[in-house]
């Protein structure tokens, strides 16, 4: 069964350093998503993404994220200078369409900011 | 008022018990409505979809939706340890064609043998 993935599983980094999220989407899916999840909190939306570019982002996702799908298989998230509050489990989703379309969620990435 | 509100528990039942899983919204504009189940570090896995009031039934799963009373339910029915996790409510109104998913808390059931 296609499944969503995502690299790395883990992700530790120092505060003020730039890191890359990646995920490969469900192959045939032409809508991308990310959200994150901070520990004991809910799941929250970052961005959308579709036609290669972005369609809808949070108040979350400000200047420090960008998105983009540099080939035909990788969507990636990168935060450009990590803060404290970074820290969170990253999921990467993908749907088929839009509306009423499932959305997929790959296993997450952990990234913890010290 | 939060847009989604879900009970975090934990909610700890006996396998073969009948679990009720509930949450609240408050923007009448929801109109896609989701459970989706999460394990210990995992990413959510999507049980059940519906659209529109009303019940939807899938194995030892039923989703109801009360869209008048802004009000959606998750039933288990023989419950088993393997269903202990996190059970998210997710929503999604139609808003030119892009789905961001509003998500409840998460209500964390275990299941004891």
């Known amino acids: 069964e296609p499944e969503v993935t995502q690299t790395p599983s883990h992700q530790v980094t120092q505060m003020g350093q730039e890191v890359i999220l990646r995920c490969v989407p469900i192959s045939n899916h032409l809508y991308f998503y990310w959200y994150r999840q901070i520990l004991g909190q809910k799941v929250e939306f970052l961005v959308s993404f579709y036609n290669n570019e972005i369609s809808e982002k949070s108040e979350i996702f400000d200047d420090q994220f960008s998105v983009e799908r540099p080939d035909g298989s990788n969507f990636t998230l990168k935060i450009r200078s990590t803060k404290l509050e970074d820290s969170a489990m990253y999921f990467c989703?993908?749907?088929?369409?839009?509306?009423?379309?499932?959305?997929?969620f790959g296993p997450g990435t952990r990234l913890l900011v010290l | 008022q939060k847009e989604v509100e879900q009970d975090p528990g934990p909610l700890s039942v006996p396998e073969g018990a009948i679990v009720s899983l509930n949450c609240t919204y408050s923007?009448?504009?929801?109109?896609?409505f989701m459970w989706y189940r999460q394990y210990s570090r995992k990413g959510p896995e999507l049980l059940m979809y519906t659209y529109s009031s009303g019940n939807k039934e899938d194995g030892r799963f039923t989703a109801q939706v009360d869209k008048s009373s802004k009000y959606i339910s998750l039933f288990i029915r023989d419950s088993q340890p393997s269903d202990s996790a996190t059970y998210l409510c997710a929503m999604s109104m139609f808003s030119g064609g892009y789905n961001k998913l509003i998500f409840g808390a998460g209500t964390r059931l275990a299941v004891h043998p």
């Open positions: 923007n009448s504009a929801f109109q896609y």
């Open positions: 989703a993908s749907s088929e369409g839009a509306v009423q379309e499932t959305q997929y």
